[in-house]
């Protein structure tokens, strides 16, 4: 006595398939239950006090104090080219005006920057 697949539904199979469903969703609750009783909730963390954002600021501060500086490329200007320019001028309102680097200095420094950015090309960084 074999039963041949046929066209339409198997209800056979769908009841049993349906009845496993619903035992394992009653094993899960029961086991839900069961974990929720006995579980002991796993002692909290101790609560931290609460810091006020001034606390914080300052910390931050002292902080920034300590860490290192990054060295700028600043290239100073030497102590005759300093000399040599003198006095400077001034607005009509007395305030001083800053020194303008002479074109040389400006030349030199388009020179040695151009060189190390040619650097960072070939390196492949750019």
Known sequence: NVKLGG???????????????????????QIK???????????????????????SRKKALEYAKKIPRPKTFMTRQ????????????????????????SLETLRSRHEKEKEVVAAFKALHIL
Not at 33 to 55: A, C, D, G, H, W
Not at 78 to 101: A, F, M, R, Y
């Open 7 to 29: 066209l339409g539904p198997d209800y056979e199979a769908i009841k049993e398939k349906k009845q496993k469903l619903k035992l394992q969703k009653e094993y899960s609750r």
């Open 33 to 55: 239950e069961y974990n929720m009783k006995n579980i002991t909730f796993v002692q909290r963390l101790p609560t931290k006090p609460q810091v006020t954002s001034s606390v």
């Open 78 to 101: 030497s102590d005759k080219e300093v000399k040599e320019e003198g006095v400077l001028p001034q607005t009509s309102d007395g305030t001083s005006l800053p020194q303008i680097p």
